[in-house]
Structure formats: structure tokens, C-alpha cells
């Protein structure tokens, strides 16, 4: 089983950038698809970026395409979320994920993933 840690939330305002890191211990992941999740009071949580097994495809929901960025880091076993240009819109707790099934395609399906983070809180002030 693997274990996976959400690290670099916080408050940001505005126009402002986070980074968030995502380690994993127990099982390497780094030949499986990642993705990044986030869910905001009342609502459902979903898949803002995800990367593909080979990382070489990635898909961003609409509402962060431009200002977000999913990558990996194979030697750390760590994926990264970098977040830009952040909008009130994008305060939720994130979670990272990681599936243990080699799709030959990017899944924004939760249950597409199967080992979860604790989740970080991230605060976009106005």
C-alpha cells in the first residue's frame, strides 16, 4: 500500500501562486497515473489535472487550464501541482491521488484511483 502526502497549501492572495507536493512512500507510483484532486464545501470533489502512466499526456479542467500545472519528479517519487494566477474560486482542500492501473489514457474518474492523500487546505483571499 502506498502512502501519499499533500504538503504546500496555505493562504494566498489574489493573483497569487502555491505550489503543492505530493510524496509517496511504500510503492513507487512513478509508472502510474496521478492526478490531482480538489473539493470545496458542498461540493463534489473532482479532478483539476491529471497526468497519464508514460507523462507524457495530462489533462487540466477548463476552470485551471493555463494557470495550472501537473508534473512528476520519477527520482523523488513526488508530483507536483503548480498553481498560478489562483482565484477565490480555487480555495478546496486538495488531494493528490494515484491509481495502480496502467489506462492508456489521462481518467478523472475518482474511482479510477485507488490510494488518496490526507488533503491540503488551500485559501484564495479576494
Known amino acids: 500500500q502506498v502512502q501519499l502526502v499533500e504538503s504546500g497549501g496555505g493562504l494566498v492572495q489574489t493573483g497569487g501562486s502555491l505550489r503543492l507536493s505530493c510524496a509517496a512512500s511504500?510503492?513507487?507510483?512513478?509508472?502510474?497515473?496521478m492526478a490531482w484532486f480538489r473539493q470545496a464545501p458542498g461540493q463534489e470533489r473532482a479532478c483539476v489535472a491529471a497526468?497519464?502512466?508514460?507523462?507524457?499526456?495530462?489533462y487540466y479542467a477548463d476552470s485551471v487550464k493555463g494557470r495550472f500545472t501537473i508534473s512528476r519528479d520519477n527520482a523523488q517519487d513526488t508530483v507536483y501541482l503548480q498553481m498560478n494566477s489562483m482565484k477565490p474560486e480555487d480555495t478546496a482542500v486538495y488531494y493528490c491521488?494515484?491509481?495502480?492501473?496502467?489506462?492508456?489514457?489521462?481518467?478523472?474518474?475518482?474511482?479510477?484511483?485507488?490510494?488518496w492523500g490526507q488533503g491540503t487546505q488551500v485559501t484564495v483571499s479576494s
Open positions: 497526468m497519464d502512466w508514460t507523462g507524457r499526456k495530462t
Open positions: 491521488a494515484a491509481s495502480t492501473l496502467r489506462y492508456s489514457d489521462t481518467v478523472v474518474e475518482k474511482s479510477a484511483y485507488h490510494d
Open positions: 511504500g510503492r513507487t507510483f512513478r509508472t502510474y497515473p
